[in-house]
């Protein structure tokens, strides 16, 4: 039987775990051998005895285990362990990693998990297309964090969300305004308009306005609107003169909002900066900025990823991994997109690799000792002509 393995999270700000009790049940049932470390699930407040009876065997994190397993399943890409050892050294050559990757953040680290004869599917590569719609890690944990930003800001505005009257008066509702409509974006529409606030949403996709508005969320017009839809679904770069007129339409909504939640991302590239210094400095004290893309650079100029800045008045909040603050529904969700994945892979003696078909290639990270996603070897083919050095 296959033996799979859960490792621990030892990424910081990681409270998530790649397999649940639901998921190992049926990692079981498929006739796989499911090995969890102990106190993997702590994070999300799922205790090894739940994994006992789910058929799970609760194993140490050490080397035997990693070098037993064929299949490894993670939230984060391998790291550096509190011990000091580095998980890329302990993946057995030949097995198989399926977890986010990051694979266009540390390229040094694809090569080495290449070197390693690892064969590895990046969650956040596979294509956004119907088959995949299950396994879509991308879209829910975006959906996550769009609901934890809006609770963050509500947590950190001084004033309420809702509209309410009251003996002493009425309160008028709070106004957001969203960046981006993507998932985390409607996500955080819809759970500011649950909250009772004004909604307005900015997109540079012209159809994600119906979106927005089925949400009951009001559509910020940009004239002269050029596509921004890019592969697969995702928002793509746009032009410094597009981005100049955004901004100074931006800035009006802005000057009247109490919370913004900017979201706008493009995969592989740095996050486009869509609220410069001057544009904060429209807005009234006491408004707050969360920013989602400020691991990728932010989309605020004054984002400082993991921290929070204050700059006249207005707090601009830079959340690592929010959506691991959810850890047990992020955790749910995210461990049922993998499971999806083994599944789509399962053939007659456990997993098996068709390069052939257009979810597995898609995702395909490293394989056969070369990395192999075409995006990823370009970016690879960018970095060595920015060092200097020959291609190999």
């Not at 409509?181 to 606030?197: C, E, M, P």
């Amino acid at each position: 039987m296959t033996e799979t393995f859960v490792p621990k999270e030892r990424r910081a700000h990681e409270h998530r775990v790649a397999a649940t009790p639901e998921t190992v049940e049926k990692l079981c049932a498929l006739g796989l051998t499911a090995l969890v470390e102990r106190g993997a699930g702590a994070g999300a407040h799922i205790p090894d005895a739940a994994y006992e009876a789910a058929g799970a065997q609760i194993v140490d994190g050490g080397a035997a285990t990693w070098e037993r397993a064929a299949v490894v399943l993670k939230v984060a890409a391998p790291a550096v362990r509190e011990d000091g050892v580095d998980e890329l050294d302990l993946l057995a050559p030949e097995s198989l990693l399926i977890g986010l990757l990051a694979p266009y953040a540390d390229l040094d680290r694809v090569e080495r998990l290449a070197r390693r004869g690892v064969t590895s599917l990046a969650m956040e590569l596979l294509p956004r297309i119907t088959r995949a719609q299950s396994m879509d890690a991308l879209s829910s944990q975006a959906n996550v964090a769009g609901y934890k930003a809006v609770i963050l800001a509500a947590e950190r505005l001084a004033r309420y969300f809702p509209m309410l009257m009251t003996a002493a008066g009425t309160i008028r509702p709070a106004r957001v305004v969203v960046i981006g409509g993507g998932v985390a974006g409607l996500q955080a529409l819809a759970t500011a308009k649950r909250l009772g606030a004004i909604v307005e949403v900015s997109d540079i996709r012209p159809d994600v306005k119906e979106q927005v508005e089925s949400l009951g969320g009001r559509f910020i017009e940009l004239p002269e609107m050029e596509s921004g839809e890019g592969e697969g679904g995702y928002a793509r770069a746009v032009g410094e003169d597009f981005l100049t007129r955004q901004r100074a339409i931006l800035t009006e909504h802005l000057k009247s909002a109490d919370a913004v939640i900017t979201t706008a991302q493009v995969p592989g590239k740095k996050a486009p900066v869509l609220l410069a210094r001057e544009m904060i400095a429209a807005m009234k004290p006491g408004a707050v900025v969360v920013d989602l893309a400020a691991e990728q650079g932010g989309n605020c100029a004054l984002t400082r990823a993991g921290e929070e800045v204050e700059e006249g008045g207005v707090r601009i909040l830079g959340p690592i991994n929010l959506a691991a603050t959810v850890a047990l529904d992020a955790s749910n969700m995210y461990a049922r997109n993998v499971l999806h994945v083994v599944e789509h892979l399962m053939g007659e003696s456990g997993p098996t690799l068709d390069l052939e078909d257009e979810i597995t290639a898609g995702a395909l990270l490293t394989h056969g000792g070369e990395v192999r996603h075409p995006r990823v070897l370009e970016q690879l083919a960018a970095e060595r002509r920015a060092k200097g050095v020959p291609a190999s």
